[in-house]
């Protein structure tokens, strides 16, 4: 169970300075991409800059309009189209008690499909859909339940996109690169079911890419932070475990990464999520060896932030706050993060702040 934290506690320990403008986006805010659909949350979104704007690339889970006595959800089809699927809800082959998977006649379903979406500003708080820009669903049979929560890295001119490919075949890590967020190239499943949470360094490392991914096994092992490392960003091996659950505290049940590691002077910075066993998220660090982040220097042991503000306690899944996305100016962290599975916020951190949380690993 999350611990709880006291006013006096989280000023020492949530670091974070929330927007006084949130939420800054909210589901109505945007239209769904298709009749029949409705928008049921927005969600995590990858951060980057471009032609002198602020961009975020929003994931947008869309759900089917509902009707009483019947469970309708959506998956693409063959032809990469919404396709409806309709269940009553006296069937005896329907198991229905999660709001985010149902599970048919054996088969594991999400209840939304989320596709990814371009927004962006001048200022970084007020953020508007540009026309020109397509919308990123997903493509084939293994992203028939979409796409989500996509990372965005840039390494030169060339912007890595790491997303959660979700199918019934599992959840995997896919992989697109753009340099003019007109044309991508595909390159498919990067790391294979089960892994997510895929955040590639935005600079080689001797040579070679690194990239932050979480494996996770429901029989042995758990859900724990990796690193792997690549010659061409593409082909990823090498892998090693470094961040586990810790019974106990707040990150006990399943830690993921957030963004790509920053670079500082102590080492490369990572912001990661925890959750415990009554799927509570928060967010916490850790740091790596700059020369060879396969060590872990140290790691926060209370997080540094606990969702508190009525935004992050109640939406689509409460008790929850979610990054993958920052910019960084000097000192400064501007975070944008999912609220509650449901509403896209924003908070500034110090960086000097954060280190100054580590403890020594």
Known sequence: MLRIINESEKSRTDLAQRFPENPLLLPKDLAPSAGGLQIISLLNPGVFRYGGKIWLLVRVAEGAVQKEGVLFFPALNATGNTEIIEVPLNDPDLIAIDARVISYKGLDYLTTISHLRLLSSDDGV??????????????????????????????????????????????????????????????????????????????????????????????????????????????????????????????????????????????????????????????????????????????????????????????FFGHVVFTNGHLIDGDRLTMYYGAADEFVCGAHFSISAILEQLVSY
């Open 126 to 315: 007020h953020f508007t859909e540009p026309g020109d820009y397509a919308h990123i669903f997903g493509q084939g049979y293994l992203e028939r339940f979409g796409i989500e929560d996509c990372r965005v890295s840039q390494i030169g001119d060339t912007y890595y996109l790491t997303y959660t490919a979700a199918s019934d075949s599992g959840v995997g890590v896919g992989l697109q690169t753009t340099k003019d967020w007109q044309h991508f190239e595909n390159a498919g499943m990067i790391l294979p079911p089960h892994n997510k949470d895929c955040a590639i360094f935005e600079e080689t490392i001797n040579g070679k890419y690194y990239c932050l991914h979480r494996p996770s096994s429901k029989e042995i092992g758990g859900n724990y932070i990796w690193l792997a490392e690549s010659s061409d960003g593409r082909q990823w091996g090498n892998h090693q475990c470094l961040i586990k659950t810790r019974p106990g505290l707040w990150d006990s049940a399943r830690v993921g990464a957030g963004a790509a590691p920053i670079r500082t002077g102590r080492g490369w910075l990572a912001i990661y999520h925890g959750a415990n066993t009554e799927h509570q998220y928060c967010l916490g660090a850790f740091l790596m060896d700059l020369d060879n982040p396969s060590k872990i220097i140290s790691r926060t042991v209370e997080p540094i932030m606990v969702p508190t503000e009525p935004y992050e306690l109640s939406g």
